[in-house]
């Protein structure tokens, strides 16, 4: 499985790549295999502040339901509307066309909580 090195991520399967005081937030290759093929996102918590933790949305597969949370603290700036119109493109490019979320960060310095690609390959590969 891939799991690009200049991304984050959580244990709950979520990427985040972070650009200034603002990050993109996806889920990984892994989550993408196991949900299966995504037949439908829904996302409506665009303009909010959330925290660490909060569900910013729902990501559904053949096989179920899967709520999406939120990596780090921060406002939902931007929903990815490509994925809401075709949610195949998170399985077929999870890491770049296939985002879900823009946030704008309450504190960047949050970030150093998350996993590096080496320590999420091993949560996700045992």
């Not at 979520?14 to 299966?36: C, H, K, N, P, Q």
């Not at 409506?44 to 569900?55: N, P, Q, R």
């Not at 490509?82 to 077929?92: A, E, G, M, R, T």
Request: glycine fraction near 8%; include cysteine.
């Amino acid at each position: 499985m891939n799991f690009p090195k200049n991304l984050k991520y959580t244990q709950s399967h979520e990427w985040v790549r972070i650009e200034g005081d603002e990050a993109y937030v996806g889920i990984t290759e892994f989550a993408t295999t196991s949900l299966g093929d995504i037949v439908f996102i829904e996302i409506e918590t665009e303009g909010e502040k959330l925290d660490k933790g909060e569900s910013y949305g729902t990501i559904e597969a053949v096989k179920t339901v899967s709520d999406s949370y939120m990596p780090l603290a921060g406002e939902v700036i931007e929903v990815n509307e490509k994925v809401l119109d075709d949610p195949s493109l998170v399985n077929k490019d999870c890491y770049g066309d296939g985002w879900l979320i823009k946030i704008k960060l309450d504190n960047v310095a949050d970030a150093d909580t998350l996993m590096d690609n080496n320590a999420y390959a091993e949560i996700a590969i045992d």
